[in-house]
C-alpha cells in the first residue's frame, strides 16, 4: 500500500510535466496491478471485520440463551409441583416452534430490507443472507425467543399447551418482527424517521413480552388459586422459591451477555458503547435490588424480606437502563435503577389489585420498567449515541416526545393485536384448562404424567386399601371365631337351661310354694350368665329377631297341679318363625310359668347385648342363628296344648336390643 499509491501519483505528475497536453498518460501494468492489490487488501478488511463481528454476535448469542434455561427455572419454580413439566415443555416448545417461524418469516419481516418503514420484504427463509447476516439472524433469533419465554411466566398453570403454541407461533412470525423493524432496522420508521433510540432491547423483548403476557392474561382470566391478602398481594403457593432465585441469577448473567452484543460489532467504537453498557447495567441492577430490598424491610416493621421481592427488584434495574445504558453515566444509571425498584414493587400490589393474575410479575417487570426505560432515554441520554440529547442534557425534549410515541405504537400494536388473536383462538378452541384440570396440575391433563406428588398420594392410597382389606380379613376372621365360641355357649346355656325348666315344670307341679323361689333362681343365673360374656358388639340396624312368648293367663284358669298326674310331661316343640298366631287346643301353662319365661325373655335379651357384636354386620347369619336357637330353645318349654300368642320382636334401638 505505501508504494501503490504513491507509484501512481508521480507516474501522473511525471506525464503532467513532461507533456503540454492535458490528457493523463496511460495506465501502465503495474500501476494497475497496483490498484488491484489495494482493492482486494480492503476487501480482505472489510471481511476480516465482518467475521470479527459474526464471531463476537455468534459468542454473545451463545452466552444469551442461558436465559431460556433460566427462564425454565425462575417459572417452574413458582408453578406448583403439578405443573413443573409443563412450564419446562412450553419453553422446550417454545424453541423449537419459534425458531420455525423466525427463519420462515419472522427475520424477513424485522430485518429484510424494505422501504416502507414498516416491515422488512427480503431475505424470506434466509434466502441471499451471507455469513454475517447468518449470524446476525442467530443473534435476533434468540432475542425473538426470548421475548415469547417471557410472555410464558404470566399464563402459569392455566393456559392449555395447544393455544400457548399457536400464540408463540404468532408472537415469533408477525408481531415481534415487525417490532423489531421499527426499533432495530435502519429502515424501521421509528428509527429512521424519528430518530427513535434503543440500546438493547427496551422495547423489543420487554415492552413486547410484557404486554403480549398482559393480554394473555387477560384472556384467560385469573387461576382458581387467586387470591389476595390484606396488601392486595397475589398469594401462591410456590413449588421451589430456591430454584427461581437460581433461575434469575442465570437470566441476568444472560441479559448481560445480551447487552455486549447488542451494538452488532466489536469494532471501533462500539467498543465504548458495550462497556458503558455492561458497566451501567450492573449499577442500576444492584441499586434497585438493594432499593427493592430496603422496601420490603420497611412494610414488613424490618422483621422480614419476601425472595419475590428481590426477584421484580433485580429484573426491574436491568429492564429500566436497558434503552440507555450505552449513553448515560454511572450515577444516571443508579436513579434509573432506583426509579425501576420502586415503579416495579407498586406495580406488583396494583396489578393484583386489579384482578390480574401475574404469578411472575412479567406486567411489572418488563412491561412497566420497559416503558421507564424508553422515558429514560429522553430524560438522561447524553447525544453520543442517540441522535438528540436528553432533556436533562439541554435537549429540547424531542427525544422524550419521539420515545414516548414510540413506547405508545408498540403498546398499541402488541396488545390489539394478541387480544384480537386470543378472542379469535377462543372461538374455535377452549383458552385455558379447567378447574379440574388446574387443580389436578397441568402435567397430568396436558402430557400424561403423574408427578412425584400425585404419585405418592396414589401409592400412600393403595396401601391404605391394602392395609384396610387385610385389617377387614383379619378382624372377620378374628370375629367370627368368637361368635362362634360365643353361639356355643349361648347353646349350652340354653341346653342346661332347659333341662333346668323341666325339671322346674315337675317341681311346680309338686312343690307350688317353690315357683317364685325357683324363678328368681333362675333369674339371677341368667343374669349372670349375660353378664359372662363381656365383649359389646353391634348388629346392623333394622334387624329383628322373632321370638315366640306366651301369653299371660289369669290365675283362675289355672290347673290344680296336685291333680294332675305326677309324670306328666312338656314334651318340647319347634316354635314357629311367622307373625302368625298358632293355635292349640290344650290349656294354659301356669303363671308362674309365664313369669318365668318372661324372666328367660329377658336373660336372653341381656345376653344378646353382651354376647352380639353392634358394628359389623358380616355376623348377622351368627345373629339369626342365635335367634333361631333361643326360639326353639324357647318354644320347646311350652307344652303343645298351650296357646302360642303372636311372636315378640327383639329389634335394635339406640344402641341396644329391646322387646
Not at 10 to 21: F, P, Q
Not at 50 to 79: E, K, P, R
Not at 317 to 337: F, Q, R
Request: charged share 15%; hydrophobic share 45%.
Amino acid at each position: 500500500v505505501v508504494v501503490g499509491l504513491p507509484c501512481r501519483a508521480s507516474s501522473v505528475a511525471m506525464s503532467n510535466n513532461t507533456t503540454t497536453t492535458t490528457t493523463l498518460a496511460p495506465v501502465t501494468t503495474t500501476t494497475a496491478y497496483h490498484f488491484k492489490y489495494l482493492d482486494a487488501l480492503q476487501d480482505f478488511n472489510d471481511d476480516l471485520d465482518a467475521n470479527n463481528d459474526a464471531v463476537w454476535l455468534l459468542c454473545c448469542a451463545f452466552s444469551f440463551i442461558s436465559c431460556q434455561l433460566g427462564f425454565v427455572l425462575l417459572q417452574g419454580g413458582l408453578a406448583t409441583y403439578r405443573s413443573q413439566v409443563n412450564v419446562a415443555f412450553q419453553n422446550a416448545l417454545n424453541i423449537a416452534t419459534g425458531t420455525v417461524m423466525f427463519f420462515l418469516t419472522g427475520f424477513a419481516l424485522g430485518f429484510g430490507s424494505a422501504d416502507n418503514g414498516f416491515c422488512g420484504s427480503s431475505h424470506f427463509a434466509l434466502t441471499g443472507t451471507h455469513h454475517y447476516g447468518m449470524a446476525k439472524f442467530v443473534f435476533e433469533l434468540f432475542i425473538c425467543l426470548t421475548t415469547s419465554t417471557v410472555l410464558c411466566g404470566a399464563t402459569i398453570g392455566r393456559m392449555r399447551l395447544c393455544v400457548y403454541f399457536y400464540y408463540t407461533c404468532f408472537i415469533n412470525a408477525i408481531v415481534y418482527p415487525v417490532v423489531a423493524h421499527w426499533v432495530r432496522h435502519s429502515d424501521g420508521f421509528l428509527k429512521k424517521d424519528h430518530h427513535f433510540y434503543d440500546f438493547a432491547c427496551a422495547a423489543g423483548i420487554h415492552l413486547v413480552g410484557g404486554v403480549a403476557g398482559l393480554a394473555a392474561s387477560m384472556m384467560l382470566g385469573p387461576s382458581s388459586s387467586f387470591v389476595k391478602d390484606a396488601k392486595n398481594k397475589n398469594v401462591v403457593m410456590h413449588s421451589n422459591p430456591g430454584q427461581s432465585v437460581l433461575g434469575t441469577g442465570i437470566v441476568i448473567g444472560g441479559m448481560f451477555a445480551f447487552v455486549g452484543g447488542a451494538a452488532g460489532t466489536i469494532l471501533h467504537n462500539a467498543t465504548i458503547a458495550v462497556s458503558m453498557g455492561v458497566t451501567n447495567s450492573a449499577i442500576a441492577m444492584c441499586f434497585s435490588t438493594t432499593i427493592g430490598v430496603v422496601l420490603c424491610f420497611y412494610r414488613n416493621d424490618w422483621k422480614r424480606c419476601g425472595f419475590m421481592e428481590v426477584i421484580h427488584s433485580s429484573f426491574a434495574g436491568i429492564v429500566s437502563v436497558a434503552g440507555i445504558c450505552s449513553d448515560c453515566k454511572p450515577y444516571e444509571a443508579m436513579i434509573i435503577g432506583l426509579i425501576g425498584g420502586v415503579l416495579v414493587q407498586g406495580s406488583v400490589e396494583l396489578v393484583a389489585k386489579a384482578g390480574i393474575d401475574d404469578r411472575v410479575g412479567v406486567v411489572s417487570m418488563h412491561a412497566v420498567c420497559g416503558v421507564w426505560g424508553l422515558i429514560a432515554v429522553g430524560l438522561f441520554s447524553n447525544g453520543n449515541v442517540a441522535f438528540y440529547k436528553g432533556l436533562f442534557h439541554g435537549g429540547s425534549g424531542k427525544l422524550l416526545g419521539v420515545q414516548v410515541m414510540g413506547a405508545i405504537c408498540i403498546i398499541l400494536w402488541t396488545f390489539t393485536l394478541c387480544i384480537a388473536f386470543l378472542w379469535l383462538l377462543g372461538k374455535v378452541i377452549r383458552l385455558r384448562a379447567t378447574v379440574e384440570e388446574e387443580l389436578g396440575g397441568l402435567d397430568e391433563s396436558e402430557h400424561g404424567l403423574l408427578n412425584m406428588e400425585t404419585r405418592a398420594v396414589a401409592a400412600l392410597a393403595r396401601t391404605r386399601n391394602s392395609c384396610a382389606q387385610i385389617a377387614r380379613q383379619d378382624s372377620l376372621t378374628h370375629r367370627l371365631s368368637c361368635m362362634g365360641l360365643r353361639l356355643r355357649r349361648v347353646d349350652e346355656q340354653f341346653i342346661v337351661t332347659l333341662e333346668d325348666m323341666e325339671l322346674l315344670q315337675k317341681a311346680v307341679g309338686q312343690l307350688p310354694t317353690q315357683a317364685s323361689t325357683a324363678s328368681l333362681t333362675k333369674g339371677n343365673s341368667l343374669l349372670q350368665m349375660a353378664s359372662a360374656t363381656k365383649s359389646p358388639g353391634k348388629l346392623g340396624k333394622q334387624q329383628s329377631l322373632m321370638i315366640p312368648i306366651v301369653e299371660e293367663s289369669s290365675t283362675d284358669d289355672i290347673p290344680d297341679p296336685r291333680t294332675a298326674p305326677a309324670s306328666t310331661t312338656m314334651p318340647a316343640t319347634s316354635a314357629t318363625t311367622t307373625a302368625t298366631t298358632s293355635s292349640t287346643a290344650a290349656a294354659e301353662p301356669p303363671s308362674e310359668n309365664a313369669a318365668l319365661w318372661q324372666e328367660v325373655v329377658q336373660g336372653a335379651i341381656l345376653c344378646l347385648n353382651e354376647a352380639l357384636p353392634k358394628e359389623d354386620s358380616s355376623v348377622q347369619p351368627l345373629t339369626q342363628e342365635i335367634a333361631r336357637r333361643l326360639s326353639e330353645s324357647m318354644a320347646a318349654g311350652v307344652t303343645s296344648d298351650a296357646e302360642v300368642t303372636p311372636l315378640a320382636t327383639i329389634s335394635f334401638s339406640n344402641g341396644w336390643y329391646e322387646v
